[in-house]
């Protein structure tokens, strides 16, 4: 139990709340709006303006309930308990129910010490209005209730979303992982091409002084070619930054997936543009894209009759999309496979995009925009 409050208490703040001024704002408008006429309205309130002035001057709390949730929830809070002890009755305007928002937002977006320090502030709260006698102890349980609920509420979305972030995480690392294999088998390839250079070079030293000259350039293009890719790796291993491979693929080899030995729908592949001075990473990021989006489609597409592949390569990017006219079973939940968030990630890499979703009519479609330059600066 110790280690479990411990753990409690060191929790640390989600990272970026999200910034909605406008929309605090404005329903801090509405809710003032709305505090004014319940007050004017009511005729059973025993101190309307007291409710309508606290109601009010609390409202301004919203706007910082992400960022500063403990200090808006002491303050909130810490005004309710001490409008009782001057007036002898609790606020009463049904408008006051937004202070449920504070609770949610401190369970959400604080760290645990304030979350705990916060619901010490709650309790003191509920607890002064049992000893003061303004609340009775049915209406102590039930606020009790109705604060655990806001409270479990905030505390279920924020688990969500930090199993979002570990799931992407996740995937991210396992992508990367992909990348660099490509990588090695790259590095791979000019290191053997080198050896092979160099072999027949010293075979050659002797007799043929000019084809050893040769080999030594050919090692030298190829030593730094693998030089440029292993520098490469460690970029994107150690600091995600964007990646400059050269695996073997190209947008020219999208004609084997129009091959006809592999099962399912016929694919139909166009390529418009000149693809022959593309980047080695562009081209292969393409193709990796594609053959991904057909492997799904002939996977989860029923009954598809063909699956179109168009390729549009101009002076600044390269667009991909990938049709097919097929019938999904479920669009949201392969909206969001594994597969397609490394697909994302993947052109993510590259500085571009890759989007996913069902047509108006029938059918699904990839869509994918890759810079030419690679992501190069």
Not at 285 to 296: D, G, I, K, M, P
Request: net charge positive; aromatic share 4%.
């Amino acid at each position: 139990m110790h280690e479990f409050l411990r753990s409690v208490w060191a929790e640390q703040r989600p990272p970026h709340p999200p910034s909605r001024a406008r929309w605090d704002w404005a329903l801090v408008g509405v809710l003032a709006v709305a505090a004014v006429l319940e007050g004017v309205l009511r005729r059973d309130l025993r101190s309307p303006v007291v409710s309508v002035v606290v109601t009010a001057g609390l409202l301004p709390a919203l706007r910082w309930r992400r960022t500063r949730p403990l200090l808006v929830v002491g303050i909130a809070f810490g005004v309710c308990a001490v409008v009782p002890v001057l007036t002898g009755a609790e606020p009463e305007l049904n408008t006051l129910v937004y202070l449920l928002l504070l609770p949610f937002s401190l369970f959400r977006w604080g760290s645990g010490r304030e979350v705990v320090l916060g619901s010490l502030v709650l309790s003191a709260k509920l607890g002064s209005s049992l000893v003061l006698g303004t609340t009775s102890p049915a209406d102590a349980v039930a606020g009790v209730v109705v604060l655990s609920t806001a409270a479990t509420l905030g505390a279920a979305l924020r688990f969500r979303a930090g199993a979002r972030v570990r799931e992407l995480d996740r995937v991210t690392l396992l992508e990367r992982e992909r990348l660099a294999r490509d990588l090695h088998d790259t590095v791979a390839h000019h290191v053997s091409a080198m050896a092979i250079r160099a072999q027949a070079g010293l075979a050659t030293s002797t007799s043929h002084p000019e084809a050893a000259a040769d080999a030594l350039r050919v090692i030298e293009a190829e030593a730094s070619r693998a030089l440029t890719e292993m520098r490469a790796m460690v970029r994107v291993l150690r600091r995600g930054e964007p990646v400059d491979l050269a695996p073997n693929p190209r947008v020219a080899d999208l004609e084997r997936l129009a091959g006809g030995s592999a099962p399912g729908p016929a694919v139909d592949v166009e390529i418009v543009g000149d693809v022959e001075d593309l980047p080695p990473v562009v081209g292969t990021a393409a193709y990796r894209l594609a053959q991904e989006s057909v492997t799904n489609a002939r996977r989860h597409a029923r009954h598809a009759s063909r699956i179109g592949v168009r390729v549009v390569v101009d002076e600044r990017a390269v667009r991909l999309w990938v049709t097919d006219d097929g019938e999904r079973p479920a669009p949201p939940t392969a909206a969001r496979g594994h597969g397609l968030i490394g697909m994302a990630e993947r052109a993510g890499l590259l500085g571009g995009t890759c989007e996913a979703g069902p047509n108006p009519d029938r059918g699904w479609t990839v869509a994918a925009v890759l810079p030419r330059t690679g992501g190069a600066a």
